[in-house]
């Protein structure tokens, strides 16, 4: 299997009123090609602290982070911005559409930052809301959805532009039940069918079952890393 | 997709293009009072006192006597007329200090010899008149100013003797009958003004196809620059003198500059204060929209591409503010324009001591509406920046958690 993120010691650590707070310390880790990861640890662990570095939004004060063999934490802000939009997909926590665009819109903009052609990103588009069950949502505004519709077309914008992996930081946790099974299941079938590598962080116990990776985080290093065959 | 930010919240909206919209209404009623204003104070003193452009005897502005008055001859009339497109009327004046007697009574008296005609489309002097008429060029009557007449207790009719200097030494003596009494609300003009048909008044400065000043009134205002130097061309200075209204009355000049300049102060605090009004809206805007910045720098929106956004945004409510202000303004403004507001009691009187109409004038001369609605859109734009700067400086994984 390919490694597509590899991590050395990696290190974050941020200046706190008191002392400095080391939120991620020497984190080594490999993920390949198609892994269902979770990782779960209490709060203030270094769960998100870990999906920002791994995901470019923020820079290590130690340590790499090697993605397609570049190590990001070297690359320039703007080279950051182009690497994200052309490798990573998010899933956040509060579905975070954009309010003014419609479903469509939303699945279509990273495509439209790519500056793919109209029709690729329309097709595109609509095949990814029929994938997360929302092919009669197209038109509709974020405000118009509900909280679970809100976070399939947030998964559906993820994965649209086809990127090498997707950082989805607690993406259950304001979903009633269903919609997060509804949400797994759909996720699950996209990571098995299009070979997607999901990273999950999540205290949720649903999403833990479904992971076939879970990587527990205590004060920010690794305390645990385990595989399971789902 | 600034367009559909704009609508989302209406309100929001609504209140950023209403403060540019005050600021510029605001601004253009200020400046169009100020400007309104200026062309009254101008016009008063233009029609009242000296015209646009005055040829004068070269020595007459530093020594207005009689011995000062010019020779008007034909050539030099030929001359004005070449510039017939460019001159309205002219109003020719002779005039000079002197006494005006009656019985045991002297008074000084400004001796002024006019063309009725001309001196009434100059300054409605016509239309002052309370008792009697106005003279025609060929007659011989005298017309005074009524705080005069009373003071020496004249009605028409009766005669007035006139005494002053005459040109090069001569005694300028003689006696008219009062043809018409005249009301000023200046007390200084009430209590002095003789006026006598122009030819009559030669005749008693003993200085026949003299004047002293000789008045032209232009069809533009703004052409009397232009105008003065072609005249001065033409003329020989070692006689002769041409000078705009500036000129004549430098004191007013200083002074309308002097009211300008607080004027402008004024109208500066006002754009400082709709510009905190302005930025006021921008950071609370900008505060309720931190995390869907960061979750669009997160999902690949370069900071370049946001701060546009964030400045088309700017850039319309600017607009439709500056351009809701103008209309709004010129609405104000035009109806004032059209019915000038009537001062009160005391202010109005100080209006009329300067033969000024007590009403408050305003302008609807096109480059206020400009320059005001750009300088509230320049002042929008620059707060504008603010935005632009948080987005360049924004943490997006801080911003994304809000």
């Known amino acids: 299997m390919k490694t597509v993120i590899k991590t050395s ?22 993920f390949q090609e198609g892994e269902f990861t979770a990782i779960v640890g209490p709060s203030g662990s ?26 990001i934490a070297s690359l320039k802000e703007s080279q950051l911005f182009d690497f994200r939009l052309k490798h990573i997909g998010f899933v956040f926590q ?59 077309v947030a998964v559906a914008r993820a994965l649209a532009s086809k990127p090498k992996f997707v950082l989805a930081d607690e993406p259950t946790a304001n979903l009633d039940t269903e919609s997060a099974f509804n949400l797994l299941d759909i996720m699950s079938r996209l990571n098995k069918e299009e070979n997607i590598t999901l990273i999950f962080s999540t205290h949720d116990q649903r999403v833990i079952e479904r992971a076939s990776r879970v990587i527990t985080l205590v004060d920010g290093e690794v305390s645990k890393d385990e595989m399971f065959d789902r | 997709m600034a367009w559909r930010n704009l609508w989302r919240k209406k309100r929001r909206t609504f209140i950023s293009v209403s403060s540019v919209m005050f600021a510029a209404v605001l601004a253009i009623i200020l400046m169009s009072m100020v400007s309104g204003m200026t062309d009254q104070f101008v016009a008063s003193i233009v029609n009242n006192t000296t015209g646009y452009l005055q040829i004068q005897d070269a020595l007459y502005n ?29 109003v020719p004046r002779i005039q000079g200090f002197g006494l005006a007697s009656r019985d045991m009574g002297t008074r000084g008296a400004m001796i002024m010899g006019v063309d009725a005609e001309m001196e009434t489309r100059m300054n409605n002097l016509g239309s002052r008149l309370i008792e009697g008429s106005m003279f025609e060029p060929s007659d011989e009557f005298a017309v005074i100013a009524e705080g005069l007449a009373h003071q020496l207790g004249l009605t028409l ?52 196809d003299r004047l002293t000043n000789l008045i032209i009134m232009t069809h533009n205002p703004q052409e009397a620059d232009e105008l003065s130097r072609k005249i001065q061309q033409e003329i020989d200075p070692e006689w002769y003198a041409v000078y705009t209204w500036e000129e004549l009355m430098p004191d007013a000049v200083a002074a309308f500059e002097a009211r300008d300049a607080q ?51 700017t850039v319309v409510m600017s607009l439709l503010g500056v351009a809701a202000g103008v209309i709004v303004g010129f609405l104000i ?10 001062l009160g009691a005391e202010i109005g009187e100080v209006f009329l ?39 360049f400086k924004l943490n997006m994984t801080r911003a994304a958690r809000k």
């Open chain 1, 46 to 71: 270094g769960k998100t602290t870990f999906l920002n570095l791994i995901g470019g939004l923020d820079k290590p004060t130690g340590g790499q982070v090697i993605i397609d063999g570049t190590d």
């Open chain 2, 333 to 342: 403004v035009y109806n004032w324009y059209r019915n000038p507001i009537h």
């Open chain 1, 94 to 152: 509060s579905y975070n559409l954009i309010p003014v665009l419609t479903a469509k819109e939303n699945v279509s903009f990273i495509m439209l930052l790519q500056k793919q052609s109209k029709d690729a990103m329309e097709k595109r588009a609509k095949e990814m809301l029929e994938q997360v069950g929302l092919s009669d949502k197209l038109n509709s505004r974020p405000n118009q959805l509900s909280g679970g519709q809100q976070q399939r």
């Open chain 2, 157 to 208: 009719g009766d005669t007035i003797v006139l005494l002053g200097q005459g040109f090069q030494g001569m005694t300028a003596a003689g006696t008219f009958k009062v043809g018409g009494i005249v009301q000023f609300s200046l007390p200084e003009q009430n209590n002095a003004m003789v006026y006598l048909p122009l030819k009559q008044a030669q005749g008693f400065f003993a200085a026949p």
């Open chain 2, 62 to 90: 530093d020594e207005p006597t009689i011995d000062h008055a010019l020779e008007y001859t034909p050539e030099k009339e030929a001359m004005l007329n070449t510039h017939a497109d460019m001159i309205d009327y002219i």
């Open chain 1, 9 to 30: 010691n990696l290190e974050k650590v941020y200046n706190g009123s008191v002392a400095p707070v080391r939120a991620v310390n020497n984190v080594n880790l490999e």
């Open chain 2, 353 to 391: 001591d300067f033969g000024i109409e007590p009403y408050m004038s305003f302008s609807i001369a096109p480059d206020i509406f400009f320059y005001q609605a750009m300088t509230v859109f320049f002042i929008a734009l620059f707060i504008g920046i603010y935005p632009v700067r948080k987005v």
């Open chain 2, 263 to 313: 004027f402008k102060v004024m109208a500066w605090i006002l754009y400082i204060v709709a510009g905190f009004g302005i930025f006021g809206t921008v950071i609370t805007m900008m505060h309720e929209r931190l995390r869907e910045f960061g979750i669009l720098l997160s999902i690949g929106l370069k900071r370049a591409q946001l701060a546009l956004i964030c400045m088309i945004e």
